[in-house]
């Protein structure tokens, strides 16, 4: 069974910075790429970034680029969001997702906010 649990959500300050991380089990971690979505209230779910199996390939959404940065470490199949520069439009739950499974996460809150 495929599990993800986020962590690391909170209230934040505009230009302030928060990580996020994704533990992940019930599959062969290292195989797989992994992503981090957002959903902020009343709007889709919107793709924030990816990274590939063995780390070496990143993409990000346009909104986020230079800001965030995906990374993994497949020794402890985790993945994390580092999220620099905040704004309060990245107020949002962050989801980490399993394409190849489709499976998600529950979720974990960011709010900037002064």
């Known amino acids: 069974q495929v599990l993800l649990v986020e962590s690391g959500g909170g209230l934040v300050q505009p230009g302030g910075s928060l990580r996020l991380s994704c533990a992940a089990s019930g599959f062969t971690f290292v195989n797989y790429g992994m992503r981090w979505y957002r959903q902020a209230p009343g709007k889709e779910r919107e793709l924030v970034a990816g990274i590939s199996s063995g780390g070496g390939t990143t993409n990000y959404a346009d909104s986020v680029k230079g800001r965030f940065t995906i990374s993994r470490d497949n020794s402890k199949n985790m993945v994390y969001l580092q999220m620099n520069s905040l704004k309060p439009e990245d107020t949002a739950v962050y989801y980490c997702?399993?394409?190849?499974?489709?499976?998600w996460g529950q979720g974990t809150q960011v709010t900037v906010s002064s």
């Open positions: 997702h399993a394409p190849r499974f489709g499976s």
